[in-house]
């Protein structure tokens, strides 16, 4: 385990790709994002592998991956403003603009978010709860 280090989300990504110390490259994924497949972390790899950066572009404008082949390229991320509907195509600027762009995915940052996450999900028993319960029940809290 690594302690984040930096001042801010972009210098705390920055870091990260450094501490972690990939010698054939660093993938960066967002916590955010349920519907990920096997099949998007190992493109991801096969990409950087082969000195791809690639981005894994947000409904939302932001990225729910960063993968790059040389660390601290990661570096590029310090001047980009994140969590806003511009922060994929900023932090594709930063890095150079030569990036393989993976699918676009919805992230969840909001009640609305995770209930059409949910719904996808084949579990119909929690989508049906999750839809079905009233707004005075969703505090997070447990009974």
């Not at 930096?6 to 010698?23: F, P, T």
């Not at 972390?41 to 894994?56: F, K, Q, T």
């Amino acid at each position: 385990m690594i302690s984040q280090r930096g001042e801010g989300l972009a210098e705390r990504l920055a870091h990260a790709h450094l501490d972690a110390g990939g010698r054939s490259g660093t993938i960066q994924v967002g916590m955010d994002t349920p519907r990920l497949l096997v099949a998007d972390y190992l493109d991801a790899g096969r990409l950087v592998e082969c000195g791809n950066v690639v981005i894994g572009p947000a409904r939302d404008g932001g990225w729910w991956l960063l993968g790059l082949p040389d660390p601290t390229a990661a570096q590029g991320l310090v001047g980009v403003v994140m969590s806003q509907e511009d922060t994929c195509a900023k932090t594709e600027e930063a890095l150079g603009g030569d990036v393989v762009r993976l699918r676009t995915v919805l992230d969840m940052d909001t009640w609305d978010d995770a209930l059409e996450i949910v719904r996808d999900i084949p579990i119909s028993h929690l989508a049906q709860t999750m839809s079905q319960r009233p707004m005075s029940q969703r505090s997070g809290r447990s009974a």
